[in-house]
């Protein structure tokens, strides 16, 4: 059964992972591909212009420019010599990279530093960059010892001519944090550009809608459930001229003794947060600022992180655990958006009907595939391979889903690993949340 399709149709933020794939129904087209260790994924209005192989290659084009000039996996990104430098001089960076520090300092300021882009020492003690599954507990010396090498008041950045410096030769950066939301500002800007101007576009969960479906009605988005062992819609949204990101603890952390250890570094203690936060979602009217504020409310905690939302009007959802419940907090900002069962005003009251329609035609081929499934494994006396694959090979899932399964396939076991076949390989996919 092909996700992607379904999942097309009904205009849900669950979306798969694709290697260069493109698909179209009557109105709604959608291409996707890979960047920074996860995948990519527009869909658009295909009544206003039928995306062809120089849109998707534009895309991936812009992409890859972004990844260079940021990524901490290749080796002669800007970033990884910005890092390898040992010296407080001025560094020639691209205008992508000065644009996306400028904002991670103004949010590292406005946090007082709950985001800070020059936590990579920690990251990298804590293995979070690695892709390691073996993760051990670095001593408080060394803690210290990376801690007194942090600071985002030892990093400066000028836009002309681009270039950045910093006051400690040993001070390194990662932009993971802030690096999506930006690349999905940078997308949307090229297909408002390219006459596209309806569009939803997705980079490892972080989202912008533009303009509208072709019928009318807004592009749905739906904030996922802080469940490391499923993926379902905890709450949907309809949105308009809007980005939404996500920070959680719910895909990559580890355990030891029975603690969970999040990706999430708080800069002040040098180790991962340990509130009962579980995510915390922004909604902006760009990515970037989205994904960075998503990041520093999440490290800030429940009670601190939901004063800066306040404070700033920031419209985020706060999810907590209590015990084995979750429980929402919202600000005002964010009860104010469109819940996805809202209709749109022009809609005429179609809208329910259209998703009934939907819905039942889902059923209708899943039950078909469902039935030919069964009887190939009765005439081939097969068991079913690779069954448990689907929720796992989703932007930014580690593990989880495949545990659930007797006998996982290889793509379930290792989420790239069909990609690694067609592409050769790429970077691990925990570079796209770390704060890391």
Known sequence: MNY???????????????????????????????????SWRVMLDATTRTPDSSLQVAIQDRLDQIEQSMSTWKDDSEVSRFNRLDSVEWFPVSDDSAVVVTEALRVAELSRGAFDPTVAPLIRLWSFDTGSQSRQIPSDADIEEARNHCGW??????????????????????????????AVDEVSKLLDASGCSNHLVEIGGEMRARGQKPD??????GVEAPDELSRRVHRALALKDQSIATSGDYRNFFEVDGRRYSHTI??????????????????????????????????????????????????????QRDGDRLTDKQTLSFAALIPQ?????????????????????????FAIAIIGMAVGVI????????????????????GSACDLCQNPADECRD??????????????????????
């Open 379 to 398: 005439f081939s006396n097969r068991r079913l391979r690779g069954s448990c694959g689907g929720l796992n090979n989703m932007p930014g899932a580690e």
């Open 153 to 182: 008041q030892k990093l400066e950045v000028r836009r002309d001519p681009p270039a950045m410096r910093k006051f400690d030769p040993k001070l390194q950066i990662n932009l993971s944090a802030i690096a999506k939301g930006y």
């Open 415 to 436: 989420p790239l690993a069909r990609f690694r076949r067609k592409t050769g390989p790429v970077t691990p996919a925990n570079e796209a949340d770390n704060q890391s």
């Open 4 to 38: 992607r399709i379904l999942i097309g149709l009904i205009g849900s933020v669950l979306l798969l992972a694709g290697a260069g794939h493109a698909f179209q129904t009557r109105d709604v087209a959608a291409i996707d591909g890979l960047t920074m260790g996860t």
């Open 266 to 319: 708080d800069p002040k203690t040098g180790r991962p947060v340990s509130h009962s936060l579980a995510s915390v979602t922004v909604v902006a009217s760009n990515c970037m600022q989205a994904d960075a504020l998503a990041t520093a409310i999440n490290v800030l905690g429940p009670e601190r992180g939901m004063a800066l939302a306040n404070q700033e009007n920031v419209a985020a959802l706060l999810i």
């Open 341 to 365: 069962t809202e209709l749109p005003p022009n809609t005429n009251g179609e809208g329910d009907g259209s998703l009934l329609r939907t819905i039942v035609a889902v059923g209708g081929v």
């Open 216 to 221: 009318g009605s807004l592009w749905q988005v």
